[in-house]
């Protein structure tokens, strides 16, 4: 079995990388922390000193507070009737990528945070939206942080879901 593992040099990587190996083969994904989400999605922000990136950083230091709430499971929206939903960090990633768990080996491309600048049709774009196939989530600009909290927590809660990977 050795010299058919080693022909591919799989018996080399089993040996210099068992940590990693056992992760994939044995242990499952590992648990989501507001930074390993932190950690994996690159911001993608406009040139210093523009008015735009002004407001980006503030978006993003409120998604980062954000998903602080999130992993205390402190995001939750109140529904008619009384009854509240509340948001994980499971839930994140799946709006943002369509995965319930970070790949073993990570994604294919780089996680990306981008922003909702323009209008659409008008109308200030209030709730998050997100490519799955681009594995980006877009934030939106000019809010408060409750009122970022309140709109980010609803957009995740309320998007359609087409299933996990």
Known sequence: MKEG?????????????????????????????????LSIFTVDYSPRGSSRRALEEVAVGNWRDWLILVEDGDAVVQEEGGDSMQV???DVLIFASGASAIPAFGFEGTPTVTFLHDNLCGARRLFPEANTCAISIKLPLGHAFDEFCRYMTSGIIQSPTFGRI
């Open 5 to 37: 593992l080693a022909v591919l040099g799989v018996l080399n990587t089993l040996q210099t990388e068992a940590g990693l190996l056992e992760q994939v083969f044995c242990g499952g994904a590992p648990t989501l922390s507001a930074a390993t989400l």
């Open 88 to 90: 994980s960090l499971e």
